[in-house]
């Protein structure tokens, strides 16, 4: 598969009109030569998704998804717990992005976690008891379409080279 450039005008003129015509989008985030690193992002603006994507290390890919993506929001407690798991079918796989930065030391992310069943939503619920988290299915990442479009951040002489993700 070939990827256009993070810096392409199209890829950035459809990040743009995106944006302008809902309140967020979730970006994924995953980092070439980096045993499996990826990061969930969502942003509210186009300065500050082209602010993010220019800080990137080349080969790093970025996936965005037009749709609304983890619908269920709020800060984990017993009832938010009920709510996903009523909303979330069991066996298929979801995602748990918290909505607040993780610090440690200069390092920050956005943590995340997958599973695929109640019992290990419900654990990882837990393990983010008293947290602000998105919810919901597992965005769909594997093939561009019209709701999801990706891209790769070129070297410094602007070649784009996929990476080992």
């Not at 810096?7 to 030569?33: C, G, M, N, P």
């Not at 930065?101 to 920050?108: F, L, N, T, V, W």
């Not at 419900?122 to 999801?148: C, F, H, I, K, Q």
Request: proline content about 5%; some cysteine; overall charge negative.
């Amino acid at each position: 598969m070939s990827y256009a450039s993070s810096t392409d005008k199209r890829f950035l003129a459809t990040l743009d009109e995106w944006l302008r015509s809902q309140h967020e989008i979730l970006v994924l985030i995953r980092y070439s030569h980096a045993a499996g690193a990826k990061a969930f992002e969502f942003f509210s603006s186009f300065e500050t998704l082209t602010e993010r994507l220019r800080s990137l290390p080349p080969r790093t890919c970025i996936i965005a998804f037009r749709q609304p993506q983890l619908p269920f929001r709020g800060v984990v407690d017993d009832n938010f717990i009920v709510t996903c798991l009523s909303g979330v079918p069991d066996g298929s796989e979801y995602l748990i992005m918290e909505i607040v930065r993780r610090m440690a030391g200069k390092a920050s992310w956005f943590h995340h976690v997958a599973g695929e069943s109640h019992a290990e939503l419900r654990a990882d619920l837990e393990d983010s008891r008293g947290l602000a988290v998105a919810v919901g299915l597992y965005p769909p990442w594997l093939e561009d379409t019209n709701d999801v479009i990706s891209a790769v951040v070129p070297d410094e002489h602007g070649v784009v080279t996929t990476g080992i993700y």
